[in-house]
């Protein structure tokens, strides 16, 4: 069987290694810097700890948990929309 996804509107940030404390604020928290020298940042995910690299897209989902995306899989899942 195949399956369509659904056209649902995502929340997303690109992490650029400078945001990580925009990032904290907009995911309440969920997601932190790891380190000053490591620039991933954790998230705290439904499945568990998942970690975010510069850029990584950090994605707020339908159930408002956040996870980590690689930019290339956002850009082929996902297109920008005009609000």
Same mark, same amino acid.
């Given at each position: 069987?195949? /399956?369509?996804?659904? *056209? @649902?509107?995502?929340?997303?940030?690109?992490?650029?290694? %400078?945001?990580? =404390?925009? +990032?904290?604020?907009?995911?309440?928290?969920r997601?932190?810097?790891?380190? %000053?020298?490591?620039?991933?940042? %954790? +998230? #705290? %995910?439904?499945?568990? $700890?998942?970690?975010? =690299? @510069?850029?990584?897209? +950090?994605?707020?989902? @339908?159930?408002?948990?956040? /996870? *980590?995306?690689?930019?290339? +899989?956002? #850009?082929?899942? /996902?297109?920008?929309? $005009?609000?």
């Amino acid at each position: 069987m195949k /399956y369509r996804k659904k *056209p @649902v509107v995502i929340d997303a940030m690109l992490y650029d290694g %400078t945001n990580a =404390n925009a +990032i904290r604020e907009w995911s309440s928290g969920r997601a932190l810097q790891c380190t %000053t020298y490591d620039k991933r940042v %954790t +998230i #705290h %995910t439904l499945e568990g $700890d998942m970690f975010g =690299n @510069v850029g990584d897209y +950090i994605i707020k989902g @339908v159930a408002n948990e956040f /996870y *980590p995306c690689k930019a290339e +899989i956002f #850009h082929a899942t /996902y297109e920008k929309v $005009d609000e």
